[in-house]
């Protein structure tokens, strides 16, 4: 993926999905557990809702799906994430990018000294 993907993408995002999506970002490169995101966002657990942002995420390739077996009662499975190196190095390179532009925004009129420009001739 690279920084022109991630623009278009990042564009389209919500708060919220944004939110998800960086603290996929702080996980690294482990795999973390719904339950490891939830807290991550600050929830006790991940609601529909959320479930279906990490599906999405990674429909866009922005997260890797797999799962791990587990002992927790009513499955046999637990669903893990993470994102991949190329993928935050990407999402490094745009927001770097997009602070960059905002950067340049404000200073569109370079800083000048009229009172030592005034007496210079």
Same mark, same amino acid.
């Given at each position: 993926?690279?920084?022109?993907?991630?623009?278009?993408?990042? +564009?389209? *995002? @919500? !708060?919220?999905?944004?939110? /998800? $999506?960086?603290? %996929?970002?702080?996980? #690294?490169?482990?795999?973390? &557990?719904?339950?490891?995101?939830?807290?991550?966002?600050?929830? +006790?657990? *991940? @609601? !529909?809702?959320?479930?279906? /942002? $990490?599906?999405? %995420?990674?429909?866009? #390739?922005?997260?890797?799906? &797999?799962?791990?077996?587990?002992?927790?009662?009513?499955?046999?499975?637990?669903?893990?994430?993470?994102?991949?190196?190329?993928?935050?190095?990407?999402?490094?390179?745009?927001?770097?990018?997009?602070?960059?532009?905002?950067?340049?925004?404000?200073?569109?009129?370079?800083?000048?000294?009229?009172?030592?420009?005034?007496?210079?001739?």
């Amino acid at each position: 993926m690279d920084v022109y993907e991630v623009d278009a993408h990042m +564009r389209e *995002l @919500t !708060p919220h999905q944004t939110k /998800i $999506l960086e603290a %996929l970002y702080h996980v #690294g490169a482990d795999w973390a &557990s719904r339950a490891q995101i939830a807290r991550a966002i600050g929830k +006790r657990r *991940l @609601t !529909p809702y959320d479930i279906n /942002i $990490l599906s999405m %995420l990674a429909r866009r #390739g922005f997260v890797e799906v &797999s799962t791990r077996p587990t002992t927790a009662p009513g499955s046999e499975f637990a669903y893990v994430y993470r994102m991949p190196d190329d993928v935050a190095t990407a999402l490094q390179h745009w927001a770097d990018l997009r602070a960059q532009t905002r950067a340049e925004r404000r200073m569109l009129r370079r800083p000048i000294n009229l009172q030592e420009a005034r007496y210079d001739y």
